[in-house]
């Protein structure tokens, strides 16, 4: 039996129908390929309508809790507008620290990098790399001991005439009798 055969014999159809609407062989649906869709559908169509019930009451739910809804609600902008007062005063805090830091640092060159570090802990290493203390544990006046040696080592090694030495110890602050 071919499939043509098949579709007609499980498909009643009155005899006009089948004259008018001639067989093609590359184009016809089995009668079981068809009902085994057609059934898949109507079931994709309940399980959609149940979701859709489902969802439906699942809304009619939360409209009954609604009044329950509008007290939370008020409790969370409580909290939240707590919470912006607290995030304004540490932002007060910590331009106040950033300004005092780039304040610390004399060179108009660094404080513009210096401004544009936005971490504060990166800040705050910046600043202490760039302002050293170089006055001597002991309180001594003049060059601690390791700016003393740097210098003499600097001095030692330098290669260009005595009066450019002096000039550049000058410009770099040390002392110079």
């Given at each position: 039996m071919s499939t043509e055969e098949q579709v007609v014999k499980e498909a009643p159809?009155?005899?006009?129908?089948?004259?008018?609407?001639?067989?093609?062989?590359?184009?016809s649906v089995p009668y079981s390929?068809?009902?085994?869709?057609?059934?898949?559908?109507?079931?994709?169509?309940?399980?959609?309508?149940?979701?859709?019930d489902a969802d439906k009451a699942a809304a009619e739910k939360k409209a009954i809790e609604e009044?329950?809804?509008?007290?939370?609600?008020?409790?969370?902008?409580?909290?939240?507008?707590?919470?912006?007062?607290?995030?304004?005063?540490?932002?007060?805090?910590?331009?106040?620290?950033?300004?005092?830091?780039?304040?610390?640092?004399?060179?108009?060159?660094?404080?513009?990098?210096?401004?544009?570090?936005?971490?504060?802990?990166?800040?705050?290493?910046?600043?202490?790399?760039?302002t050293k203390d170089t006055t001597p544990p002991d309180g001594s006046k003049g060059a601690a001991p390791d700016v003393k040696a740097a210098a003499s080592e600097a001095i030692k090694n330098f290669k260009g005439s005595p009066g450019q030495l002096v000039a550049m110890l000058k410009k770099a602050g040390f002392p110079v009798q």
């Open positions: 159809a009155s005899a006009e129908d089948v004259k008018a609407a001639p067989l093609q062989d590359d184009k390929r068809f009902k085994e869709i057609n059934d898949r559908a109507k079931a994709a169509e309940t399980a959609l309508k149940a979701r859709e009044g329950k809804l509008q007290e939370v609600l008020a409790d969370k902008e409580a909290k939240l507008k707590a919470l912006v007062e607290k995030a304004e005063s540490y932002e007060k805090q910590e331009k106040k620290l950033r300004k005092g830091l780039i304040e610390k640092i004399t060179d108009k060159d660094l404080q513009s990098i210096a401004e544009d570090i936005h971490d504060i802990d990166k800040l705050q290493l910046f600043v202490d790399k760039h």
